[in-house]
């Protein structure tokens, strides 16, 4: 970027668009008191620079927790879309996978096949929400 005032004085800088553009302008106004900015427009941050929303991750419980056989996993709310449920061994292998159907409200998951052991269960929703809780088995 390269701002030339009525001087004639040239000031070459990396900085560009948002809070950049609005603190070098300052700093530049500290160095040469003469120099005006009017253009709000450059100072306002970009779309691309906005931090992106951070999602509420999805919410769901495992009971009973620990289990010795059936698992149930229930949503706090109806699924607005299809959800895909993997268990995983500490070890980070996928030792049971299953889908929901939109709307579900509850999962039973078999894990009486299972050793004894911890295992994550993920839950990856809709718009890749995810949800993540530690389920011991008897």
Not at 114 to 138: D, E, S
Request: glycine residues 10%.
């Amino acid at each position: 970027m390269r701002l030339q005032n009525h001087h004639n004085r040239n000031w070459v800088g990396p900085l560009s668009g948002g809070d950049a553009v609005f603190r070098a302008r300052s700093l530049y106004r500290l160095a040469d008191p003469t120099y005006r900015f009017d253009n709000a427009a450059l100072c306002q941050p970009s779309a691309a620079l906005r931090a992106p929303k951070a999602t509420e991750p999805l919410d769901f419980n495992l009971f009973p927790n620990p289990t010795s056989g059936l698992t149930v996993l229930e949503f706090s709310t109806p699924l607005s879309g299809r959800a895909n449920v993997t268990l995983y061994s500490l070890q980070g292998q996928p030792v049971l996978q299953q889908t929901t159907g939109k709307g579900a409200q509850q999962i039973i998951l078999e894990t009486a096949a299972l050793p004894g052991g911890t295992y994550f269960c993920r839950v990856m929703g809709a718009n890749g929400v995810m949800g993540v809780k530690r389920l011991v088995k008897l």
